[in-house]
């Protein structure tokens, strides 16, 4: 049991306390927050198009599209693209953009080859666009008053090109405790696996993309070909800004805390099939890459917690640092997350719920050839050649990217 624990509790402690350390000395992650900017007078030329791409979302889009309207930004425009709904998406939007001409629908009634029915929607929406700016959000996302005006001053403030939104909960206190783990989980993982505070640095590669939030100059969509590059990625929002970053136009996170929100499925089961059809496309479509996700995420969630009651007291003591070191991490971006640090001690639960996540929908992906989405099949030999595809033209585009400025340079190591 030493041997089978030690090392990667060992391993595991250590990378949380580098992790914290970073933290400390870079000051990380989503420390800007779009409720906290002051007010925005925008020019004549900071003009912005919201584009929503909704299929069978009644449920939600009449509070999200009279949240839009009720925005205080000039000029806004708004384009809903109805993508095959066979419920009364269709019937609500209509009524909608009768009383509000700042509101044009766009119905979709067949998807063409070799298209996502998203990515297809999204970019039909984006042609409609005469604007600065495209905000792409998604059909469940409501803005609380000023939102819009704070995130374009915040755009234009940073000097980006695209701004990367993390939305908040609404009602996270409505949430059972399953959930918050879970979510506690997902949250902070993609923060370790994406380091937002990295997104302004030109050098580096990281990059981001949150389909609640995502703020694109429009010239940087019509310079990456818009979605054409990405037509069949399941994880669109955040290949939109790989693909951005990689071609060299200025990318940064900001917390959409008290301006942006969005509930994200009601349930632990609800949240865990949520993520079907995109757990498996993190992977890449790769079977042998489960596993090893399983297993290096066990190395950093689960080994620590074992190390404090496993072998002897130098490595308890050292995974006690570990796990210290996790809750001081958390409790460094509380106030962006709202994640009190006490779910780092439900790490290993988190794991194991995401585990069984990726598992389910690895399994579910392979079993049935391919992806349903939107009520359309998708074969995994179709997949599969269009990330072979992507993968090259991201290595092109990064290799010719877009010189940065020293400026932006500058800017970039300041907050990186």
């Known amino acids: 049991m030493y041997w089978l624990v030690g090392g990667p509790a060992l391993l595991g402690s250590l990378i949380w306390i580098f992790v914290c350390l970073e933290a400390l000395v870079r000051r990380p992650a989503h420390r800007n927050f ?3 900017e002051p007010d925005f007078e925008p020019g004549p030329e900071s003009t912005l198009t919201v584009v929503i791409a909704a299929r069978d979302e009644a449920a939600h889009i009449t509070q999200s599209v009279n ?3 009720e925005q205080d930004l000039p000029g806004l425009r708004i384009v809903a693209v109805d993508d095959r709904s066979v419920d009364d998406t269709t019937g609500l939007l209509e009524r909608l953009a009768a009383d509000d001409d700042r509101l044009e629908v766009v119905t979709i009634r ?5 298209w996502l029915g998203k990515t297809h929607a999204l970019q039909r929406g984006a042609q409609r666009a005469q ?13 609380r008053p000023g939102a819009l005006r704070r995130l374009m001053g915040f755009a234009e403030r940073h000097g980006a090109d695209h701004v990367v939104v993390g939305p908040d909960d609404p009602e996270p206190n409505r949430r059972s405790i399953g959930e918050r783990i879970f979510l506690s989980m997902f949250t902070m993982l993609l923060i370790l696996g994406r380091e937002p505070w990295r997104l302004a640095n030109p050098r580096s590669r990281a990059f981001l993309g949150i389909g609640a939030g995502n703020l694109v100059r429009r010239r940087a969509f019509e310079d990456i070909g818009g979605f054409a590059p990405i037509r069949l990625s399941i994880d669109d929002d955040l290949r939109l800004g790989q693909a951005l970053k990689w071609s060299g136009w200025r990318q940064i996170a900001a917390s959409g805390r ?6 994200w499925q009601e349930g632990l089961r609800n949240l865990l099939c949520g993520i079907e059809k995109n757990a498996y496309a993190a992977t890449e479509l790769k079977a042998w890459a489960l596993p090893l996700g399983i297993g290096l995420g066990s190395i950093l969630c689960v080994a620590p917690h074992l190390g404090v009651w496993v072998g002897p007291t130098w490595l308890r003591a050292i995974s006690g640092a570990g796990l210290i070191a996790a809750v001081a991490w958390y409790a460094l971006l509380q106030r962006s997350t709202r994640i009190p640090p006490v779910y780092a001690l439900a790490l290993p639960v988190g794991q194991l719920l995401l585990a069984i996540a990726f598992v389910r929908s690895g399994w579910i992906t392979e079993r049935q050839g391919g992806v349903v989405w939107r009520g359309t099949h998708y074969p995994l030999a179709e997949l599969r050649a269009h990330l072979r595809e992507r993968r090259i033209w991201m290595r092109e585009r990064w290799r010719s990217r877009r010189a940065p400025d020293e400026a932006s340079v500058a800017a970039g190591r300041s907050r990186a």
Do not use: K, N, Q
């Not at 604007?131 to 803005?143: P, Y």
């Not at 008290?258 to 509930?263: K, L, S």
């Open 131 to 143: 604007s600065e700016w495209i905000l792409f959000t998604d059909a469940d996302v409501l803005f």
């Open 34 to 36: 779009l409720c906290e």
């Open 110 to 114: 067949e998807l063409p080859a070799g």
């Open 67 to 69: 949240s839009l309207l």
């Open 258 to 263: 008290d301006c942006i929100a969005v509930r």
